[in-house]
Every structure is written in structure tokens, then in C-alpha cells.
């Protein structure tokens, strides 16, 4: 059964501070990781995709991939109140590129 | 433009019923996908779409059909409703594997 692991959280983090958000996942031949953001009650957004080893910016917004490690991170700098939602790691199969996993979220929180 | 849209946005069904969850994209995406969440979970992923006439099983296919006779529909049809199937349902599609939603489909089964 192939996994995609992240911390339930929640996450508490100051405004302005760097919220920093993992992922592990267990499919070594993974090559698509994406982030998305689901506030409550609401459909997920994407935020980010990456598909090289190394750092990926954009805007507030970093996703770090190490595939020899099998973990995505996202960081999330100057962090506003608005930042509070779900975030959600997605990952493919090695099988099929086409076939998406999620895992759990992680809940984070900005404290004004 | 509509983007990806869901019907209907709820649903009650009582066990033993059938019902059909549409979804439909004008974005000429090749991919489309089912997933279904439940309460304070992730997304798990029912079926999914990579082109009309082709359809692949996801994480958990059992008590649900799919059809992609078009490119801009991907019904997903529950043949015996039970009530381990009330869920909210999304739909999402993409141009490859980057996916975007649709609002949802809350169902619950009584």
C-alpha cells in the first residue's frame, strides 16, 4: 500500500513567522509532489508543484524535495493569518504518473 | 468559464439506493478524477481519467462505477448506497497530473 505521511498537526505558528510543513512518502520511483491548501468546508487549491530534487519559490511560498530522503516540505514565510487551513501533500505513483495520492493534512494555525 | 462543476452540491439517499454524481470541466482537460473525504481525512482517491473511453481504478474502487465517454464528463455512479459511503465527494481535472477541484458533493446515507 503506498503512503503519503504527514504530521496532523495542528501547527501553531506567529504572524509574520516561517510555518514549515513535511511529508514523507514510501513509493521510491514517485516523480510528481504537489501542495495543496483546503479551508474548512471548501475544496483543496493547489499551491505548488515540483518534480526536481532542490528548492522550488514561489512568492511566500517554498517546496523543498529530497527524493533520496522521500520528503517533500513546504515552507511558508511571513505567515498571515490567512495561511490557516489544511495543507495537503499529493504524490504519484510510481506505477502511473497519472495516479495522485493524498495524504492526511496537516492543520495549521496562524496566531495573530 | 465554469471550470469544474459538481451536481448536486447534497444529497440524502437511503440504503440500497442508486445515484449518479455528475462532474463536468470545460477546460478540455484530458484528466479527471474521484475522490472522496472523509471527516478530518485526506483525500482518497476512487477513480480517475486519463482520456475519454480510459478509466483506472484508484485507492477505493469497490461500491462505485465510472464512465468517460467525453472529455468534459466523468460521472461517478453508486449502485447500492451504504453507509460507509457518506463522504463529500470532489471531482477535479487537469491538463496533466496537476489537478483543480470542483466544489463538492456532501452525501450522506441514512
Known amino acids: 500500500q503506498k503512503e503519503v505521511e504527514q504530521n496532523s498537526g495542528p501547527l501553531s505558528v506567529p504572524e509574520g513567522a516561517i510555518a514549515s510543513l513535511n511529508c514523507t512518502y514510501s513509493?521510491?520511483?514517485?516523480?510528481?509532489f504537489f501542495w495543496y491548501r483546503q479551508y474548512s468546508g471548501k475544496s483543496p487549491e493547489l499551491i505548488m508543484f515540483?518534480?526536481?530534487?532542490g528548492d522550488k519559490e514561489d512568492g511566500r511560498f517554498t517546496a523543498q524535495l529530497n527524493k533520496a530522503s522521500q520528503y517533500v516540505s513546504l515552507l511558508i514565510r511571513d505567515s498571515q493569518p490567512s495561511d490557516s487551513a489544511t495543507y495537503l501533500c499529493?504524490?504519484?505513483?510510481?506505477?502511473?504518473?497519472?495516479?495522485?495520492?493524498f495524504g492526511s493534512g496537516t492543520r495549521l494555525s496562524i496566531r495573530p | 468559464n465554469a471550470g469544474v462543476t459538481q451536481t448536486p452540491k447534497f444529497r440524502i439517499l437511503k440504503i440500497g439506493q442508486s445515484m449518479t454524481l455528475q462532474c463536468a470541466q470545460d477546460?478540455?482537460?484530458?484528466?479527471m478524477y474521484w475522490y472522496r473525504q472523509d471527516p478530518g481525512m485526506g483525500l482518497k482517491l476512487i477513480y480517475y481519467?486519463?482520456?475519454?473511453?480510459?478509466?483506472d481504478k484508484g485507492e477505493v474502487p469497490n461500491g462505485y462505477n465510472v464512465s468517460r465517454s467525453t472529455t468534459e464528463d466523468f460521472p461517478l455512479r453508486l449502485e447500492l448506497a451504504a453507509p460507509s459511503q457518506t463522504s463529500v465527494y470532489f471531482c477535479?481535472?487537469?491538463?496533466?497530473?496537476?489537478?483543480?477541484f470542483g466544489a463538492g458533493t456532501r452525501l450522506s446515507v441514512l
Open positions: 477535479a481535472s487537469g491538463p496533466s497530473n496537476i489537478q483543480y
Open positions: 477546460m478540455n482537460h484530458n484528466y
Open positions: 515540483i518534480y526536481s530534487n
Open positions: 481519467s486519463v482520456g475519454a473511453g480510459i478509466t
Open positions: 499529493a504524490v504519484n505513483e510510481d506505477s502511473s504518473a497519472s495516479k495522485i495520492i
Open positions: 513509493d521510491r520511483g514517485s516523480q510528481s
